[in-house]
């Protein structure tokens, strides 16, 4: 193992003076690997910790770009950033904090083909995904390369944390061995998310990573952990290996597993179902508007979202969710005009709408799709 | 009487209550009740099939009930059975 320098030494010294670290462990993980595939709000405080940690070697997998709604929690990045390429910004941020830290990048979407090939090289990989595809693919690679997953996720006020596939334990697909369809489990896109959970949470994992690259303490393998910040509780299930998980020997297409459309580089498509119901993009919804149509306008956002921006012509607000079960506040002799944040949502109230016999109409890019090309004056959140 | 641990993904269908109370003896009953009590999550917690949804676990205390005996895993006061959804962040 390649010995610390005099400078690591001063750097590391609250950590070396730990007897349970020292400089033997110090040593260690200098010469250990982690990758991080996303660097978004578990992300960020995992790369942060891991770096000043002195973890010698760390990969980061991210294609997005900063977004100004990324600041309220995705702590690596900073406001000079947005627009930025992540893991640029990610490497620059770490490069700051330790330059010790070998930084290796992938600006590219973490997929079936390359996935094998870019966790080969770490000891332990970090999943700060965001979505089920990336989630299972993460999962199933590191089982087929026998790597420890460290596990983290979240939703408005809790989180779940685990290890899986570590030392014969149980992994991801034997506490859920489908995932959801789309459209059944809302996203902290649609539901929101509190700033710091996911900073508790990626801090939580990259505990466990320390811990697995230390070889100390007992780690979240076999139990899953949730956390509730409202409540302020923590608690502790057990996981087993489940008798009945399919033998996973081999990466599969993880878009077509989980049912979603296959996604391209951009996060602002959200291509809705197929379907009897219509689609207009803002700038065609704005010509017929000043042609003087007047469709009856659906908002199926949440309450808090019209209180953020909302479309003054708009008649009536229901979440997507309530749609199927409000269709009598609807009137039947208009048509229907509906829209959300970005247009996925309403594909899905369009659907139920146009199910139900209605004549509707998805307003495709939604109130955003609207405020960037439309009514530029309108906050986008 | 045994409670319900409602997560925040569902909320939204059990008129934002964290905890309900039900009158039950097993887990598969007060899952049944719950979902008459707030019928718009039954879609949620079963397929249409009936069989509880896969990507939604439900512990007894802290164990997960398919190790236990699933639906006819009996309760007791004083237990609590957690809904445990899949969640994976951000993107849908």
Same mark, same amino acid.
């Given at each position: 193992?390649?010995? #610390?320098? $005099?400078?690591?030494?001063?750097?590391?010294?609250?950590?070396?003076?730990?007897?349970? %670290?020292?400089?033997?462990?110090?040593?260690?993980?200098?010469? &250990?690997?982690?990758?991080?595939?996303g660097?978004?709000? #578990?992300?960020s405080?995992l790369?942060?910790?891991?770096?000043? @940690?002195?973890?010698?070697?760390?990969?980061?997998?991210?294609?997005?770009?900063?977004?100004?709604? $990324?600041?309220?929690?995705?702590?690596?990045?900073?406001?000079?950033?947005?627009?930025?390429?992540?893991?640029? &910004?990610?490497?620059?941020?770490?490069?700051?904090?330790?330059?010790?830290?070998?930084?290796?990048?992938?600006?590219?979407?973490?997929? =079936?083909?390359?996935?094998l090939?870019?966790a080969?090289s770490?000891?332990?990989?970090?999943?700060?995904?965001? +979505?089920?595809?990336?989630?299972?693919?993460? +999962?199933?690679?590191?089982?087929?390369?026998?790597?420890? +997953?460290?596990?983290? =996720?979240?939703?408005?006020?809790?989180?779940?944390?685990? %290890?899986?596939?570590?030392?014969?334990?149980?992994?991801?697909?034997d #506490?859920?061995?489908?995932?959801?369809?789309?459209?059944?489990?809302?996203?902290?896109?649609?539901?929101?998310?509190?700033?710091?959970?996911?900073?508790?949470?990626?801090t939580?994992?990259?505990?466990?990573?320390?811990? !697995?690259?230390?070889?100390?303490?007992?780690?979240?393998?076999?139990?899953?952990?949730? /956390?509730?910040a409202?409540?302020? =509780?923590?608690?502790?299930l057990?996981?087993?290996?489940?008798?009945?998980?399919?033998?996973?020997?081999?990466?599969?297409?993880?878009?077509?597993?989980?049912?979603?459309?296959?996604? &391209?580089? =951009?996060?602002?498509?959200?291509p809705?179902?197929?379907?009897?119901?219509?689609?207009?993009?803002?700038?065609?919804? @704005?010509?017929?508007?000043a042609?003087?149509?007047?469709?009856?306008?659906?908002?199926?956002r949440?309450?808090?979202?019209?209180?953020?921006?909302?479309? *003054?012509?708009a008649?009536?607000? !229901?979440?997507?969710?309530?749609?199927?079960?409000?269709?009598?506040?609807?009137p039947? +002799?208009?048509? !229907?005009?509906?829209?959300?944040?970005?247009?996925?949502?309403?594909?899905?109230?369009?659907?139920?709408?146009?199910?139900?016999?209605?004549?509707?109409? $998805?307003?495709?890019?939604? !109130?955003?799709?609207?405020?960037?090309?439309?009514?530029?004056?309108?906050?986008?959140? | 009487?045994?409670?319900?641990?409602?997560p925040?993904?569902?909320?939204?269908?059990?008129?934002?209550?964290?905890?309900?109370?039900?009158?039950?003896?097993?887990?598969?009953?007060?899952?049944?009740?719950?979902?008459?009590?707030?019928?718009?999550?039954r879609?949620?917690?079963?397929?249409?099939d009936?069989?509880?949804?896969?990507?939604?676990? %439900?512990?007894? $205390?802290?164990?997960?009930?398919? /190790?236990?005996?699933? *639906?006819?895993t009996?309760?007791? @006061?004083?237990?609590?059975?957690?809904?445990?959804?899949?969640? @994976?962040?951000g993107?849908?």
């Amino acid at each position: 193992m390649t010995p #610390l320098t $005099n400078d690591e030494i001063a750097r590391y010294s609250r950590h070396l003076i730990l007897g349970e %670290v020292g400089i033997l462990g110090q040593t260690r993980l200098k010469n &250990s690997s982690v990758l991080c595939v996303g660097t978004g709000g #578990l992300g960020s405080p995992l790369l942060l910790y891991l770096a000043a @940690a002195g973890v010698g070697r760390i990969g980061i997998v991210d294609f997005d770009v900063v977004d100004a709604s $990324n600041l309220q929690r995705q702590i690596i990045h900073g406001t000079a950033a947005v627009g930025r390429p992540k893991v640029l &910004s990610a490497r620059d941020r770490i490069a700051d904090l330790n330059p010790e830290v070998k930084v290796e990048l992938y600006e590219e979407p973490f997929t =079936s083909d390359n996935a094998l090939r870019i966790a080969a090289s770490y000891d332990v990989v970090v999943d700060g995904t965001d +979505n089920f595809p990336t989630r299972y693919l993460v +999962n199933d690679a590191c089982v087929i390369l026998g790597k420890p +997953n460290v596990y983290g =996720s979240i939703f408005k006020f809790e989180g779940q944390a685990s %290890v899986f596939n570590y030392q014969g334990g149980p992994n991801y697909r034997d #506490l859920y061995a489908q995932p959801p369809p789309p459209g059944l489990v809302p996203s902290c896109a649609e539901g929101g998310v509190l700033g710091v959970l996911p900073g508790i949470i990626g801090t939580i994992q990259a505990t466990e990573t320390l811990k !697995i690259l230390l070889g100390m303490g007992t780690t979240l393998s076999g139990r899953l952990l949730l /956390f509730d910040a409202l409540a302020m =509780s923590f608690r502790e299930l057990k996981l087993r290996r489940d008798p009945n998980a399919p033998v996973i020997d081999k990466l599969i297409d993880y878009d077509q597993f989980c049912g979603v459309p296959k996604r &391209s580089g =951009s996060r602002e498509e959200h291509p809705g179902a197929s379907g009897p119901f219509r689609r207009m993009n803002v700038r065609e919804v @704005a010509d017929k508007r000043a042609g003087g149509w007047r469709p009856f306008v659906l908002d199926v956002r949440g309450a808090a979202e019209a209180a953020i921006v909302k479309f *003054d012509w708009a008649e009536m607000l !229901i979440p997507h969710t309530e749609v199927a079960a409000r269709l009598a506040e609807i009137p039947r +002799n208009r048509e !229907i005009l509906v829209h959300c944040k970005l247009g996925g949502r309403s594909a899905q109230a369009a659907q139920v709408l146009a199910d139900a016999g209605f004549d509707v109409v $998805n307003l495709e890019g939604g !109130i955003v799709g609207w405020a960037k090309e439309i009514d530029t004056g309108m906050p986008i959140y | 009487m045994p409670v319900i641990q409602i997560p925040s993904a569902l909320r939204s269908f059990t008129d934002n209550q964290a905890r309900v109370d039900v009158e039950a003896v097993t887990a598969g009953e007060a899952l049944s009740a719950l979902a008459v009590a707030y019928p718009s999550l039954r879609k949620h917690l079963y397929s249409d099939d009936g069989q509880l949804r896969s990507f939604v676990n %439900v512990y007894k $205390n802290d164990e997960d009930i398919r /190790f236990l005996g699933r *639906d006819a895993t009996p309760l007791a @006061a004083g237990d609590t059975l957690i809904i445990v959804p899949s969640i @994976a962040g951000g993107l849908t």
